[in-house]
Nanobody
Framework: VQLQASGGGLVQTGGSLRLSCAVSGRFFSISFVGWYRQAPGKQRELVASITRGGITSYADSVKGRFTISREQGSNTVYLQMNSLKPEDSSVYYC?????????????????WGQGTQVTVSS
């Protein structure tokens, strides 16, 4: 299983970026996908998440500005980030909880993608 995160970059305050997290490999289903971010010297924080059923959740700091989504039938999760602020600058990581087969037993396992840098200039 691989998680490929992409879409980061440099943007001015007030600008937008869309991050993508593509899940590939052998798995039965995606239970949960979350976007996290970690700035230098700070703890990693959950920014947004979406469940298999489409229930979304957001950190208070991004509510109304960020939208997490997943196209039906797709294994790619997007994070649309609007009205970006300098404090949104961070490395963003996607995380997925997947149902996979271990030997003959289906189990839930956690996977992380590589980070993608988001920098918002003031």
């Amino acid at each position: 299983v691989q998680l490929q995160a992409s879409g980061g970059g440099l943007v001015q305050t007030g600008g937008s970026l869309r991050l993508s997290c593509a899940v590939s490999g052998r798995f039965f289903s995606i239970s949960f996908v979350g976007w996290y971010r970690q700035a230098p010297g700070k703890q990693r924080e959950l920014v947004a998440s979406i469940t298999r059923g489409g229930i979304t959740s957001y950190a208070d700091s991004v509510k109304g500005r960020f939208t997490i989504s997943r196209e039906q039938g797709s294994n790619t999760v997007y994070l649309q980030m609007n009205s970006l602020k300098p404090e949104d600058s961070s490395v963003y990581y996607c995380h997925a909880n997947l149902l996979v087969l271990e030997s003959t037993t289906p189990v839930e396992s956690d996977y992380w993608g590589q980070g993608t840098q988001v920098t918002v200039s003031s």
